[in-house]
């Protein structure tokens, strides 16, 4: 209790240290006292920061009464911390540069209106470059059973009785036991590389099947259901019973309809990038040195065991600058500014 009543008093200090004063807010008085204005925009500003389903608790006047109440009181603890001289304190004054820094980002790097400004011949230079993202043939994955016997090889009428049987012998087992088509390639098949995956020959286009086992093959391997087995296919190189084990559906989105999605991808790498050099510089421009002997002296307590543990949480930096877009290393906690308690009964996620 204590310590939610500490992290309360520092969200409304970094917050009163940096919202405007009463008399300069915009709109109209809905409540108002000692130093202590809210007005209607105010509050309709804070209630949109909620989610729908919570806004949607905030339709009556008592409701709302909750919701504005909520809001004084937080005013009022924040007039009072700084009257006790909290506002200087170094938590609030920490609190308060994490989110200066995350405006600063989302103000000069996070506003993507400027994407819809890009050039369209940008934009499809980058679509025909990266093609295969937005055109792919559909693939079929097989698993296969497969006979050596090459056109006009001695062996190819005695291949091709065998495949017939082991294709008997399959649809005689395959009812009653899902291994049987994997038995039968340990059996029978003469690849050895789908062989060792229970016949498996890996996610394949139409065009990929016919380029290397032939027509005949790939028309029957495109023409099967899932989980469906072919009868004996017969091709150049030999003779193939195939099980159709997955597909991938076809991928096919025009330039027309990933316009506007490029658009944003590239003006945030630009951005990202914008970001790294205008960082760089401002470090330059400070003239940072760092004591190594210092730094390696310092005694790193262990951090808590378990996936996932520690991981940083920031946000308010560009896509790769760490988790939660800061750089890796950034200082925690500047998510946004805690909030007060939410009204008795109401909203979990307070003003």
């Known amino acids: 209790m204590v310590r939610r009543i500490a992290v309360i008093g520092i969200a ?194 139409q065009a990929d099947l016919e380029s290397a086992y032939g027509p005949a093959l790939a028309q029957a391997a495109f023409a099967l259901q899932s989980g469906q087995t072919s009868g004996v296919v017969e091709t150049p190189k030999g003779f193939y019973i195939v099980k159709l084990t997955g597909q991938q559906e076809e991928l096919n989105r025009p330039f027309d309809q990933v316009k506007n999605q490029i658009g944003s991808r590239l003006f945030r790498e630009r951005k990202s990038k914008e970001f790294d050099e205008w960082q760089k510089k401002l470090r330059a421009d400070a003239g940072i040195t760092v004591d190594e002997k210092v730094l390696d002296a310092i005694a790193v307590a262990p951090g808590p065991a378990g996936p996932g543990a520690g991981t940083p949480g920031m946000p308010g930096m560009p896509p790769g600058h760490g988790m939660g877009g800061m750089p890796a290393g950034a200082p925690e906690g500047a998510r946004a500014v805690p909030a007060p308690p939410p009204p008795p009964g109401g909203a979990s996620r307070a003003p």
């Open 12 to 205: 409304a200090l970094a917050l009163a240290s940096c919202k405007p004063s009463p008399a300069a807010k915009k709109g109209t008085p809905v409540a108002k006292g000692k130093d202590i204005v809210i007005t209607d925009e105010e509050f309709k500003a804070r209630l949109d920061e909620q989610s729908p389903f919570i806004r949607a608790r905030y339709s009556s006047l008592d409701r709302k009464k909750e919701f504005l109440d909520n809001l004084i009181r937080f005013e009022v603890l924040a007039r009072e911390a700084e009257r006790q001289g909290l506002d200087k304190d170094p938590d609030v004054q920490l609190t308060l540069k994490k989110v200066m820094v995350q405006k600063l980002v989302q103000k000069n790097f996070q506003d993507l209106e400027g994407a819809k400004d890009l050039p369209e011949e940008e934009l499809r230079k980058y679509y025909d470059d990266h093609r295969d993202d937005y055109f792919r043939p559909k693939k079929v994955r097989l698993a296969a059973v497969v006979l050596n016997a090459p056109e006009g090889s001695p062996e190819r009428a005695a291949k091709r009785e065998a495949a017939r049987k082991a294709l008997a012998q399959l649809r005689a087992e395959e009812k009653k036991n899902t291994l049987a088509f994997a038995q039968i390639v340990s059996k029978v098949s003469e690849d050895p590389g789908s062989k060792a995956l229970a016949g498996d020959l890996g996610f394949k286009s």
